[in-house]
């Protein structure tokens, strides 16, 4: 399917900002939308933002206005800009792709792939 590898994470002061980077490999050809999550201990894995292919892109009420997707095509790619950053920020996020493509009897195979993640710390 598709493999996932995130970058830039780190340590932030409150209004500071941060770009995270996702490189996609594998079945590139078949992703749709790719994403951005967070997650805290305890607590779900919420949508932070996301991009369609054609650059439709859907956010976060909490991020909106602070914080930009980005998406490369060519190569592969989708960045998340964080700007105005808060202490509420700190999570670990994680980059998500999903598409569809079709197997060698052409049944279509419907994907959700992730990353790894990466740590993102605001401090105060």
């Known amino acids: 399917q598709v493999q996932l590898v995130e970058s830039g994470g780190g340590l932030v002061h409150a209004g500071g900002s941060l770009r995270l980077s996702c490189a996609a490999s594998g079945r590139t050809s078949s992703i749709n939308t790719m994403a951005w999550y967070r997650q805290t201990p305890g607590r779900e894995r919420d949508l932070v933002a996301s991009?369609?292919?054609?650059?439709?892109?859907n956010y976060a009420d909490s991020v909106k206005d602070r914080f930009t997707i980005s998406r490369d095509n060519a190569k592969n790619t989708v960045d998340l800009h964080m700007n105005k950053m808060k202490p509420e920020d700190t999570a670990r996020y994680y980059c998500?792709?999903?598409?569809?493509?079709?197997?060698?009897?052409?049944?279509?195979?419907?994907?959700?792939?992730w990353g790894l993640g990466t740590q993102v710390t605001v401090s105060s």
């Open positions: 998500r792709a999903e598409g569809i493509y079709y197997n060698d009897d052409g049944a279509p195979v419907v994907y959700g792939s």
């Open positions: 991009i369609a292919k054609g650059g439709v892109t």
